[in-house]
């Protein structure tokens, strides 16, 4: 079974996603290639800046940056050739010996084209920042599945792991669906949950539902290529969809003691 991967070029909160991934054993599963948007999407930098600012403040944003800057340097000397270790989506692809291609919007003639040219089976999206138009979606043979770091319907949009943490919840979701054109819809095919430990700061808990999160989804993914389509899942609560966090909304993250990173 063929799968195309889109995602986004984040080495702090998507690479530990597919280190966990092919980590694991992907007998029947052949990654045809990965396609990566731009960090956020065509959000502007300016404005995320800000958000980040007021989410992290100024030593959480230092230490963000920092961590980011660290991986992107060590990823362009190639440090990963004396240690094993990977500190790019770039890196970890050429590593596994799979075709890497930055994209700006999958959904564009040309992006499309280059998506189509693989022929996969099942179309996977880890934090793409785009919402993917209907073409997209009928191309592969069997699904467009999507990953969605908390239970849905219930926390649908931005931010599921800030919200989650917000509303005190004792456990984080992890939900695989069927994409449709509007945002985290779809079918849901496998829900999990992982206990968030009392204390965790919001970068911690990201990093490890994401390392948590490729088990789920491999367990999908050898459903279809063993040719068993996954029943769908009826939703256990409402559906609500979340923003990014207003500044207000911030202020009262902090107020009850909870740490971005």
Known sequence: MRITILTQDDPLYILPFFESLFDHDLSGIEVASIFACRSMGNR???????????????????????????KRLASALKFGRLSGATHSMRELAEARGIPYHRIGNPNTDDNFAAIATDAPDILVSVACPFLLKRRLLDLPNQAALNIHHAPLPRYRG??????????????????????????DRGEIVRQDFI???????????????????????????????????????????????????????????????????
């Open 44 to 70: 502007k930098r300016t404005k995320l800046l800000g958000e980040l600012l007021r989410l992290y403040g100024w030593p959480g944003f230092a230490k963000l940056v920092a961590l980011q800057m660290w």
């Open 195 to 261: 206990p968030i430990v009392p204390g965790e700061t919001m970068h911690h808990l990201i990093r490890r539902s994401k390392r948590a999160g490729a088990g789920v989804m491999l367990q999908v993914l050898q459903q279809y290529a063993d040719g068993k389509t996954p029943p769908p899942l009826p939703p256990r609560a409402e559906s609500t969809r979340f923003t990014f966090p207003t500044p207000v909304e911030m202020r009262t993250f902090h107020q009850r003691g909870l740490r971005a990173i």
């Open 158 to 183: 931005m931010m599921p792991t800030f919200w989650q943490m917000y509303h005190g919840e004792q456990a984080a979701g992890i939900t695989v669906h069927t994409m449709a054109e509007d945002l």
